[in-house]
């Protein structure tokens, strides 16, 4: 049953700390999103790529976040440092874009918690 | 830019009580229309989908049309479950907006057996 992979799933970590979460897409598809959700501000878009190419980091803080796409497999979204607001939901989803609409595949998500 | 507007809630109904959570959208181009649902502790899957204008998505009971003249998606269930408390997200995707998924604020359903 093919799935988006994300690790860790809870992470808890010192104001000024820097965070990394890993995202595995679905082997094929070639677009890949990252959300952020939080009870006040909803489902962000932060960063999206289309066959490992960035398409749009509008939605990112510049200043501390990163998000890349090693290779394929493998998509990161990187706080560096993190802060107590930066605490949310990460979301990556995955999908087949480009020749039409795309449907999100989500993996579970990373807690992230900055004290 | 792409935006989705869907209504506020929580919506609370009683078991097999008919449900409406409303959805309109704006779009530069011709987009595709989705509803995903989030339980608890999961991302969201997709719920049902539309591709063009007057096309009907439909699944588990769920249903919603495309409706181009009033730029609405609307997500309607004749007789809802305890099993379908959740929070529903419309969402767009457009090729103008390089096919990336627009979600809107997500509807929070609660339903008492």
């Known amino acids: 049953d093919a799935r988006v992979t994300q690790t860790p799933r809870h992470k808890v970590t010192e104001m000024g700390q820097e965070v990394t979460m890993r995202c595995q897409p679905i082997l094929g598809h070639n677009t890949v999103f990252w959300y952020r959700q939080t009870m006040m501000q909803g489902l962000e878009l932060l960063a999206y790529?289309?066959?490992?190419?960035?398409?749009?980091d509008s939605g990112m803080p510049k200043d501390r976040f990163s998000a890349e796409m090693p290779d394929a497999t493998l998509a990161t979204l990187k706080i560096q440092p993190s802060e107590p607001r930066d605490s949310a939901v990460y979301f990556c989803?995955?999908?087949?874009?480009?020749?039409?609409?795309?449907?999100?595949?989500f993996g579970q998500g990373t807690r992230l918690t900055v004290v | 830019g792409d935006s989705v507007t869907q209504m506020e809630g929580p919506v609370t109904l009683s078991e097999e009580a008919f449900l409406t959570i409303n959805c309109t959208y704006t779009a530069t181009g011709y987009p595709s229309l989705f509803w995903y649902v989030q339980y608890p502790g999961e991302g969201l899957q997709l719920l049902l989908k539309a591709t063009k204008a007057d096309d009907k998505g439909s699944n588990k009971g769920f249903e919603a049309t495309y409706r181009k003249e009033t730029t609405s998606f609307h997500l309607e269930k004749g007789s809802v479950q305890v099993s379908d408390s959740a929070v529903y997200f419309c969402a767009l995707s457009d090729r103008t907006g390089g096919f990336k998924t627009i979600f809107g604020a997500g509807t929070r359903l609660f339903v008492k057996a």
């Open positions: 790529f289309r066959n490992r190419a960035p398409l749009d």
């Open positions: 989803a995955s999908g087949l874009g480009g020749q039409g609409h795309t449907e999100a595949f």
